[in-house]
C-alpha cells in the first residue's frame, strides 16, 4: 500500500511540473511590435512595414503599431503598405503621433486600412487630394479619373473598417482635414490617447471592426520598437528625388568630361560612381524615360558648347534641357519628384557659368591678333586636343592653337613639343620619352 502511495505522489510530482510552464506561457505578458513610419511613404517604408508585419506574424506578437508621422508620398508604395495591413494574420494598430504629427495625403489610407485608429493629441488627420510632382493641380480630365479611383478606394477602406465613409472621401474631394478631437467625433478614427502604452490598455478585450474579427490583448503588453535597419535607412537617402537628379547630372557630366578630355581620371571615376547610385535609385523610384533623354542631351549639348564655335547657342539649348528633364525625370501625377527649385537653382548656375565662359570667350576674340610673343612658344609643350593628321588643335601655355606635325599623326591627349612656327601655325613633333632614373635601374 505504501508503495502505491508512493507511485501517486511521484505522477502528481510529474503532473505539476508538466503543468508549470504552459501555466507560466498563459500569465506572460503579451508582445507588441511598433515600428515609427515617420517619414515619405516610397518603396524603402513600405518594405519596412511588410518585413516588420512578417516579423510580428513570425513572433507570434498580439498585435503590430504603426506610430506614423507622414506627409505623404508615392501612391503604389501606400497601395503596397495597406494591403499588407489588410491581409496581415494578426491587429495593426495606427497610432498617429507624437503629439503635433499628422497622417497626411497617402497617411489617411494607411489610417483607414488599420484595425484600430487612434491619434495622439494635437496631431491631424486628412488633405489627401492627389497632386501633380509639383505640388499643382492635375489637368481635368486625368484629374477626374485619378480622383474618383482614390475617392472609391478610401471609401472601401473606411467602410469596412465601420469608419465614416463619407469624411473619408471629403479628405480627396475637398482636401479636408481634420483635427484628433474633430476625427473621432465623426468617427474618422475610434479614439485618442496621450500615449501607446494608454492606449494599448484601453482597447484589450475589444474586437477588430475589419474582416478579421480578431480580440486585442495588449493590456501591459511588452512593446518592442522595431527600428529601420540601416541599410534601409541608407537606401532611403539614395532615392530621394532632388538626390537622384544631382547625382545622375554629375554622373553623365563627368563621363562625358572624361571622354573629351581623356586622361584626367578623377572626374571619370566620380561620374561613374554617381551614376550607378542613380542608376540604382531610378530602378526603386518610378521614372520618366523623356526626362533622362533631356538631361543626357543637355550634358552632351554643354560639352559641345566648349569644341563647336556656336556663340552659347548649343549652351543655352543644353541648359534649357538640362530644366525641362529635371522638371519631367518623376513626373506622374501623385507622385514624389524633383522639387522644381533645385532644378531651377541648378540650371541657373550653370548658365550663369556658361555666361560667363561665353563672355570671356567674345572679349579675348575681339582683342587684336598678336604674333609678337609666338615665338616664345618654342621648346613649349602642348597637349593634343583634336588628332593631328597632320595638322589638328593643341593647347599649350593655357590657349588653343592650330598646329601640324611632321610625325605624320598624333592622337588625343599626347604631349608634342612646339619646333616652329609659321604664322598662326605651330609646327610639333611628339614630345621624347623621359629618360629612366640611372639609380632605379641599379636598384633593380
Known sequence: MTAIRLWGVLALALIASAAAPAQAD??????????????????????????????????????????????????????????AELSAKLPVIVYVAPQGGRAASAGVYVTMASDWAAMAPNTNIGAATPIDQSGGNIGSDLKRKIENDAVAKIRTLAKTHDRNANAAALTVIKASSYTAEQAVKIGLVEQIAPNLRSLLNSIDGK???????????????????????????????????????????????GLGYEIFHPGVILPGALGAVSLVLALFGFSIVPINWAGIVLMVLGVALLLMEGWVTSHGVLG????????????????????????????????????AGLAFVVTKVVAARHQPVTTTGIGTLLGREGVVRTPLRPRGEIYVEGALWQAETEAGSAEVGDTVVVRGVDGLLLHVEPAPPEPSNPAEGALQ
Do not use: C
Request: hydrophobic fraction near 50%.
Open 316 to 351: 543655352v539649348a543644353g541648359v534649357i534641357a538640362l530644366a525641362a528633364g529635371g522638371l519631367l525625370l518623376f513626373r506622374a501625377p501623385g507622385e514624389v519628384g524633383v522639387d522644381p527649385l533645385v532644378v531651377l537653382t541648378v540650371s541657373a548656375l550653370i548658365g
Open 207 to 253: 474586437e477588430t471592426k475589419g474582416t478579421k474579427h480578431l480580440v486585442f490583448h495588449t493590456a501591459g503588453a511588452d512593446i518592442e520598437y522595431r527600428q529601420m535597419p540601416w541599410t534601409l535607412r541608407l537606401l532611403d537617402v539614395l532615392i530621394n528625388p532632388n538626390l537622384l537628379f544631382i547625382l545622375f547630372l554629375g554622373g553623365i557630366a
Open 26 to 83: 498563459t500569465t506572460a505578458a503579451p508582445r507588441v511590435v511598433a515600428i515609427r513610419l515617420n517619414s515619405d511613404i516610397d518603396p524603402v517604408s513600405a518594405s519596412f512595414v511588410k518585413d516588420s508585419i512578417s516579423h510580428a506574424e513570425g513572433e507570434h506578437a498580439a498585435a503590430l503599431v504603426i506610430v506614423l508621422d507622414t506627409p505623404g508620398g508615392l501612391s503604389t508604395s501606400m497601395q503596397d503598405i495597406y494591403e
